[in-house]
Each structure stands twice: as structure tokens, then as C-alpha cells.
């Protein structure tokens, strides 16, 4: 399980061509995300990794479920906004490989 993780941040910092800050928390409180009406941005690499998101939440950590979920809302046209809100969603599960899982 761990290997999967550590292979969807790997694949995200790729993406992005830099390191992903390590967050508090999986969503920004109080933030709600917003239809696209633009061009979507990697539809392929956004569905990627919030399936990857997904797999995680539902076998190891409930903690990004409400996260996932607003994420998972926006596969067929993710945009700037989406992409930042993944990131802060991957951050804080790079952070959680420091601090382990608690059962």
C-alpha cells in the first residue's frame, strides 16, 4: 500500500516539475470547488490521480474521503483551481507517511 502512495506523489511532482508542499489538512476550509466553463486542463493525468486518490481513501485513509469526493466531482473537466485543489489533497497524504497511520 505504502508503495502505491509514494507513487502517486512521485507521479504528481512529475506532472508538476516540483515538489509538493506537505499540508494540514486534505481540502482548504471553507473552499468550494466551482464548475469549469474553460477548457479543461490533462483531463488524463487529472482522473489518474484522483482514481489513485480514490483507492487510498477507500483502503487506508477516511480522512481525504470528503476531499476525494469534491475531486472526483470534476473529472470530465478539471481546471487551475482542481489541479490546486489536488495538490493540497496530495500534500496532506505525503504528510501523513511522516506522522504513519493510526488505527
Given at each position: 500500500?505504502?508503495m502505491k502512495?509514494?507513487?502517486?506523489?512521485?507521479?504528481?511532482e512529475r506532472f508538476?516539475?516540483?515538489?509538493?508542499m506537505?499540508?494540514p489538512?486534505?481540502?482548504?476550509p471553507?473552499?468550494?470547488?466551482?464548475?469549469n466553463d474553460?477548457?479543461?486542463?490533462?483531463?488524463?493525468e487529472?482522473?489518474s490521480?484522483?482514481g489513485?486518490?480514490?483507492?487510498f481513501?477507500t483502503?487506508?485513509?477516511?480522512?481525504?474521503g470528503?476531499a476525494?469526493?469534491?475531486?472526483?466531482?470534476?473529472?470530465?473537466?478539471?481546471?487551475?483551481?482542481?489541479?490546486?485543489?489536488l495538490e493540497?489533497t496530495?500534500?496532506?497524504?505525503k504528510?501523513?507517511k511522516?506522522?504513519?497511520?493510526?488505527y
Amino acid at each position: 500500500m505504502y508503495m502505491k502512495v509514494g507513487a502517486t506523489i512521485d507521479q504528481l511532482e512529475r506532472f508538476l516539475q516540483r515538489e509538493v508542499m506537505i499540508r494540514p489538512t486534505p481540502g482548504k476550509p471553507g473552499q468550494y470547488l466551482q464548475k469549469n466553463d474553460e477548457d479543461a486542463l490533462n483531463i488524463d493525468e487529472y482522473r489518474s490521480l484522483v482514481g489513485q486518490i480514490t483507492f487510498f481513501t477507500t483502503k487506508l485513509c477516511p480522512k481525504t474521503g470528503k476531499a476525494c469526493c469534491a475531486l472526483s466531482g470534476f473529472m470530465s473537466n478539471p481546471y487551475e483551481v482542481h489541479w490546486k485543489a489536488l495538490e493540497r489533497t496530495v500534500g496532506f497524504i505525503k504528510g501523513m507517511k511522516l506522522r504513519g497511520v493510526t488505527y
